[in-house]
């Protein structure tokens, strides 16, 4: 096993090993880091750019739709209901370049990451400020 195949083969393990309340949160984060890469794409004019990591960003929100229980109530039909929209602009983020529309996503997007990063976190970690950190040290999905 070379040294890409034992990074890969360790980050697969993590991946089967973290809570699904983890999992969740690093699509979160992965959403915003692709999200953030798409506005700067347009910025720069890179529209092929801009195109790619709006398409794994609708992945990712595809993900975190597929990873709701309907059945447990309104907390996840509600959340059913802003990741469609969330897609849904998504598609006139790609077709318009708007940084606007995109903006206004990544606010979305962020509260919603950190309210996971709140209950993914132990208390006393997240009283110490400890999220923050967190998430500077995420683990990179790649895909």
Do not use: C
Request: aromatic fraction near 6%; proline fraction near 2%.
């Amino acid at each position: 096993m070379n040294f890409k195949q034992g990074i890969s083969s360790y980050r697969n393990t993590q991946m089967e090993t973290m809570s699904p309340a983890r999992l969740i949160l690093l699509l979160f984060q992965k959403l915003d880091e692709e999200l953030h890469g798409a506005k700067e794409l347009i910025l720069s004019g890179d529209m092929e750019g801009k195109g790619k990591a709006i398409i794994k960003s609708q992945d990712i929100v595809m993900e975190l739709l597929n990873s709701l229980n309907l059945k447990t109530g309104q907390i996840a039909q509600n959340l059913q209901a802003l990741y469609l929209y969330i897609f849904r602009e998504l598609n006139n983020v790609n077709f318009y370049k708007d940084t606007d529309k995109l903006n206004v996503i990544l606010k979305i997007v962020d509260d919603l990451k950190t309210a996971w990063g709140e209950i993914t976190l132990p208390k006393p970690v997240r009283q110490k400020g400890q999220y923050q950190k967190m998430q500077s040290e995420k683990m990179e999905i790649t895909g």
